[in-house]
């Protein structure tokens, strides 16, 4: 497919992808996929009194009907996940299979999302008092900011918008600036789907192009209740302190750097199976990614020589050919930090195989690489630090407290899991003194997570939940009602107050 069918096919005319400063670049051969207009700080303040606007009409629409747009949307996404699916692997460089996955996720996103616009429900709780009804009603809570990473360009934001929209509220989105073209693909695919119905107020989706001091601008406006912020755990800490200085909401969503531990016991076909694929799939490039390999000291060398073997029919090479395994690094600076940690790695006493750069003939604007394993004696700095490349380090331990002990002495906190077929040591590993991260797994990697659950983390990854399960309370204002149907005024705790 031609990149100007995909454009054509995704609303992207000529205007909107030919002119402007930002300049895109495919990760694919360093070629240029467009010229987008940025805005301007100027730019914003108007677009969040849009958004103001847009909330007094939109929270008034009943959630079904919210809903019933989401679902729309999610029809648009189905009609064109191949366009879709093509420009992120253009634009981002992960393989078309996981684009696919990544639209997938948007359109299993929407169906949870819709779903749910019935379910936004609170409690009724027994009151003290007699005669009186005390409840909670969710409320709209306003516009939300949305702030998303190169990674995922599009599944990221559309875990808030679903969720924020049919819970009342219009989103200002600023994407990475690295990914401008599949934002604007998926908003011009929700204004189709909003040109469908009667009822969605304009300026239900505004895009900010641009980098870091646009998102500081949505950080810093009180205008906006919500700030969902997903990148890395420096973005989070500036995105926190702005936030919580004007008192707002932040749900974060921040580095990780996940951990496998490998028992005895584990089946080592599934376990192989799992950790290449979460090693290695988008390159090393997700937040989820197996950073990690913690492996029982009796299986280590049997473990590693069966990766090495694997990981010498790893296909690098270009994301649109579908023999391909893994695409390229996203740019340059990706590349340079991956060599500079395999460097400090060794210098740590890491033994590394693997990890060079590759195709630089075919594409040398481009940086393909082989996945990289690098085996350490025990966990030393660097193993600590998130670095954003399909880059595995694997550690011995001897006993199973040591191997929780490693696990968990990471400064970040999103994604866990265990291979065992030992009962307790899976749920010693999700009980309290288990894995002390937002996702533990057992006998599956720690990355694709499925949608319907809570996805998020805890320490350095930020606190913050995404997606499935009651997530979509962060989205909305709780009010606390009491009704008394009595003709007396009994206060709470007995209280006796008369004045005559
Ligand atoms: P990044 O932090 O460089 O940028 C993310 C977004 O934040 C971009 O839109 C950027 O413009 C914006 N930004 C940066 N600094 C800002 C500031 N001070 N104020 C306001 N906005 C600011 O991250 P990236 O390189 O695009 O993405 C990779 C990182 O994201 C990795 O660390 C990865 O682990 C993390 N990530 C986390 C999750 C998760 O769910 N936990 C998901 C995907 C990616």
């Known amino acids: 497919m031609q990149k100007e069918d995909v454009f ?53 629409v009943p959630a079904p009907k919210r809903g019933d747009l989401i679902r729309l949307y999610g029809k648009e996404l189905r009609a064109h996940k191949e366009d879709l699916a093509t420009l992120i ?11 696919r996955g990544e639209v997938q996720e948007m359109i299993d996103m929407c169906d949870f999302a819709a779903g749910l616009s019935r379910q936004l429900y609170g409690l009724t709780i027994a009151s003290e008092r007699p005669s009186h009804r005390m409840m909670e009603t969710w409320h709209p ?42 934002a604007l693909a998926a908003a011009s695919l929700f204004e189709r789907a909003a040109a469908r119905v009667s009822y969605a107020p304009p300026s239900l989706l505004q895009l900010v192009i641009g ?18 912020a997903t990148g890395s755990t420096a973005m989070g800490k500036a995105v926190a302190t702005g936030v919580a200085a004007r008192l707002g909401r932040s749900l974060l969503e921040l580095s990780g ?25 988008t390159t ?39 023999k391909t395994h893994m695409g390229p690094l996203f740019e340059r600076e990706s ?31 481009a940086y393909y690489v082989r996945p990289a394993l690098v085996e350490m004696s025990t966990q030393t700095d660097i193993v600590r630090k998130e670095t954003f490349a399909p880059l595995l380090y694997v550690i011995p331990y001897q006993t199973f407290e040591e191997a929780l002990h490693l696990h968990n002495d990471v400064s970040q906190g999103l994604s866990s899991c265990i291979f065992t077929n030992d009962i307790r040591e899976a749920e010693v590993f999700l ?70």
């Open 431 to 500: 009980s309290s003194s288990g894995s002390d991260c937002g996702i533990a797994n057992v006998n599956i990697g720690p990355s694709g997570a499925e949608i319907g659950g809570a996805f998020g983390g805890e320490k350095d990854t930020g606190g913050g939940r995404e997606s499935g399960s009651d997530t979509w309370k962060t989205y909305m204002r709780r009010a606390t009602n009491t009704i008394n149907y009595s003709d007396s005024l009994p206060l709470a705790q007995g209280i006796r107050f008369e004045v005559e």
């Open 335 to 365: 590349f340079e930090a991956m060599q500079q940690t395999l460097h400090q790695a060794r210098t740590e006493g890491g033994k590394n195989f693997g990890g060079e750069r590759v195709l630089q003939e075919t594409y040398p604007q």
């Open 141 to 182: 809570l306003g516009p939300a900011g949305v702030i998303s990473p190169f990674n995922f360009p599009v599944a990221v934001w559309c875990w808030n918008f679903a969720l924020a929209l049919v819970c009342g509220n219009p989103v200002l989105w600023k994407p990475s600036e690295k990914t401008p073209l599949t």
């Open 89 to 99: 692997t253009l634009e981002n460089g992960k393989i078309l299979e996981e684009s």
């Open 8 to 60: 054509k096919a995704l609303g992207l005319s000529p205007s909107i992808v030919n002119q402007g400063p930002l300049v895109v670049r495919s990760p694919i051969d360093g070629s240029e996929l467009g010229r987008v207009r940025d805005q301007s700080p100027s730019d914003i303040p108007p677009m969040i009194h849009k958004a103001v606007q847009s909330f007094k009409d939109w929270r008034l």
């Open 284 to 322: 090393g490039q997700r937040c989820t990614t197996l950073r990690r390999l913690i492996v029982h000291a009796s299986l280590y060398n049997q473990v590693v020589e069966h990766l090495k073997k694997v990981y010498a029919n790893v296909i690098s090479g270009n994301p649109l050919d579908p």
């Open 211 to 228: 980098g870091r001091d646009l998102g500081k601008i949505l950080v810093d406006s009180p205008a906006l209740p919500l700030i969902s």
């Open 257 to 281: 750097n996940n951990g496998m531990i490998l028992t005895p016991s584990a089946d080592l076909d599934l376990a192989i199976r799992a950790i290449v694929f979460s090693a290695l799939g």
